[in-house]
């Protein structure tokens, strides 16, 4: 990625607001580790080597989970909404739309039944971050 992560001129942008695109950047990294070793551990057929991976691996979950608890601390609903979806049984879309439906202060969610999944009902609303 490099240092072009910024869409907008690094030099508008305050200081939290870089810290944060930084943040982004690492939460990126970190699943993109995960995500390699992954691969590799799934093919790897020496358990020594195996096992030196997955300590690797759990090393890149810590530093995931810390890259988005920083982010989620940043973003009130984003963290209302994460709180919503995340270590809950059941359906992760339905969770997803009912968390950010009350995160939105929307009060319409749509019916389990309904295969649109709401999006339809979010045009021309404003971003709710």
């Known amino acids: 990625m490099g240092f072009d992560q910024y869409h907008e ?3 508008e942008l305050s200081a939290e607001t870089r810290t944060f695109a930084r943040m982004c950047a690492n939460l990126t ?18 358990p020594a080597a195996r ?6 691996m759990g090393e890149e979950f810590k530093h995931f989970s810390m890259d988005l608890e920083f982010l989620l601390r940043r973003k009130p609903k984003w963290r209302e909404t ?4 995340l270590f809950r049984d059941g359906d992760i879309v339905e969770h997803g ?3 950010e439906a ?7 969610e749509p019916a389990a039944s309904d295969p649109s999944l709401g999006i339809g009902s979010l ?3 404003q971003s709710w971050r």
């Open 9 to 11: 001129p690094a030099g």
């Open 29 to 46: 990294e970190e699943a993109e580790a995960i995500g390699w070793y992954e691969q590799r551990i799934s093919l790897e057929p020496d």
């Open 51 to 56: 096992a030196i991976m997955e300590d690797s």
């Open 82 to 85: 994460a709180r919503g979806v």
């Open 97 to 99: 739309e009912a968390a």
């Open 102 to 108: 009350a995160a939105s202060g929307s009060a319409a």
């Open 123 to 125: 045009k021309g609303q």
